[in-house]
T-cell receptor, first 116, second 113 residues
Framework: EAGVVQSPRYKIIEKKQPVAFWCNPISGHNTLYWYRQNLGQGPELLIRYENEEAVDDSQLPKDRFSAERLKGVDSTLKIQPAELGDSAVYLC??????????????FGPGTRLTVL | GDSVTQMEGPVTLSEEAFLTINCTYTATGYPSLFWYVQYPGEGLQLLLKATKADDKGSNKGFEATYRKETTSFHLEKGSVQVSDSAVYFCALRYGGSQGNLIFGKGTKLSVKP
């Protein structure tokens, strides 16, 4: 079974530029999460989807961050414009969902963003 | 709000040494508790979990017991191996089985041969 796939793995951009990250969850997983992990810190939730609905986006900085999961499968997280403080690892995780039989979150390898 | 505090790293041990990584939490209600591990270049993986007081989670020789009276969930292993070198994250989940995770800052473990 393939794990959570994220791309790109690394991204370097100039400040004020836009950037997008892509995540493909494990097949059949209805719940998808985006986290941000700053250097030396644990992951912090940005947004959680149940299928195509964003059910918790309270920690997403909506002035510059946006996310979508149009068909309830893969998802894109966008930053526009990027700031120096956005340098971090962006993690995607998925879970089967309410009737999936397990509550374990499975994490992708992350996208390391560097903003210069 | 809910939070998790882990011991500062890095921790450096010799192979076959005993490992303890301390984790304490602050939460309203009764969260579930987790240890995740992140090997170099890989995503976080669930190592073990406990869902109620006095539960012991175990996996790959690692153990942690949910201690409600001390609000702790310390990770232990009797004999570490070089392959255990990784970053370990303690986490709690609030809001039941569909709730969100709150992570500690992580503790980097290096095991020398």
């Amino acid at each position: 079974e393939a794990g959570v796939v994220q791309s790109p793995r690394y991204k370097i951009i100039e400040k004020k530029q836009p950037v997008a990250f892509w995540c493909n969850p494990i097949s059949g997983h209805n719940t998808l999460y985006w986290y941000r992990q700053n250097l030396g810190q644990g992951p912090e939730l940005l947004i959680r989807y149940e299928n195509e609905e964003a059910v918790d986006d309270s920690q997403l900085p909506k002035d510059r961050f946006s996310a979508e999961r149009l068909k309830g499968v893969d998802s894109t997280l966008k930053i526009q414009p990027a700031e120096l403080g956005d340098s971090a690892v962006y993690l995607c995780a998925s879970r089967p969902g309410l009737a999936g039989g397990t509550d374990t979150q499975y994490f992708g390898p992350g996208t390391r963003l560097t903003v210069l | 709000g809910d939070s998790v505090t882990q011991m500062e790293g890095p921790v450096t041990l010799s192979e076959e040494a005993f490992l303890t990584i301390n984790c304490t939490y602050t939460a309203t209600g009764y969260p579930s508790l987790f240890w995740y591990v992140q090997y170099p270049g890989e995503g976080l993986q669930l190592l073990l979990k406990a869902t109620k007081a006095d539960d012991k989670g175990s996996n790959k020789g690692f153990e942690a017991t949910y201690r409600k009276e001390t609000t702790s969930f310390h990770l232990e292993k009797g004999s570490v191996q070089v392959s255990d070198s990784a970053v370990y994250f303690c986490a709690l989940r609030y809001g039941g089985s569909q709730g969100n995770l709150i992570f500690g800052k992580g503790t980097k473990l290096s095991v020398k041969p």
